[in-house]
């Protein structure tokens, strides 16, 4: 069963006073029981502003019951409706073959003072890995994403989403991966890949030129994974 919403809490967000904005696209899943079509939907979509609330530098807390998930979906609400950019986008894709109910979001959020400083790569950071990250980060453009059997594909951004993700959007089904704990200052770092088709588990393991090598998890599925730099001949 997947887990959604039940059993979130909000801890208090940063002030968003002074903030940038980022672009975001963040799938939302229900937490895999059925009910009705209206509540899995909302649901995902507060899953999904959840999302937007911990990539914009807030945190969020698990509690247990269905009955905290009640209580604090308004409180949800309001914190992502402060921090997402008018204009957003929830596509209603439905039920999927698990049972759970799928949305995606899409548009832009604004980020803290913390967070905007750390898409400036000022992430506090002292290891290799700032390195290898700002590297990335500054050129992502000379940079190229590997995956095993299926073949190779430019990387388009790379950044600092808050003092412990870094993003990487990479040219193949909307590809994204999303790496935590860069704050720890661990060269191999784990997350998430999320495509228009599929998601699953990430491991990668970065050099100070801001190459990696890795693995990508899908279920019982696995593979290789790759970022290179770009031959002077491509």
């Known amino acids: 069963m997947k887990k959604g919403l039940f059993g979130l ?34 649901e995902a ?34 914190q992502a409706e402060a921090i997402l950019e008018p204009g957003y986008d929830i596509l209603d894709i439905g039920y999927q073959a698990d049972g759970s109910y799928l949305v995606v979001l899409t548009g832009h959020i604004r980020i803290t003072d913390t967070a905007s400083e750390s898409k400036q790569l000022q992430v506090n950071l002292s ?7 700002t590297a990335l980060a500054s050129a992502p453009e000379n940079y190229m994403f590997t995956i095993e059997n299926v073949g190779t594909f430019p990387i388009e951004k790379a950044y600092f989403a808050n003092p412990t993700q870094f993003i990487v959007h990479y040219d193949y089904r909307n590809g994204m991966l999303t790496l935590n704990d860069i704050d720890k200052g ?11 088709v599929d998601s699953g588990g990430v491991k990668l393991e970065f050099e100070t030129d801001g190459t990696a090598k890795g693995n990508w998890s899908f279920g019982f599925l696995s593979g290789g994974i790759n970022i290179n730099r770009k031959q002077h001949d491509e």
């Open 127 to 133: 290891s290799p890995l700032k390195t290898g990250l």
């Open 9 to 42: 809490t909000l801890l208090p967000l940063i002030s968003i006073a002074s903030s940038s904005t980022i672009p975001v696209r963040i799938k939302g899943l229900d937490d895999g029981i059925k009910t009705t079509v209206q509540q899995d939907y909302k």
């Open 45 to 78: 979509v507060l899953f999904a502003k959840r999302e937007a609330i911990e990539r914009a530098g807030g945190k969020i807390q698990s509690v247990t019951t269905a009955k905290d998930f009640i209580v604090q979906s308004d409180v949800i609400e309001s």
């Open 186 to 196: 661990i060269s191999v770092l784990t997350g998430s890949y999320d495509t228009d």
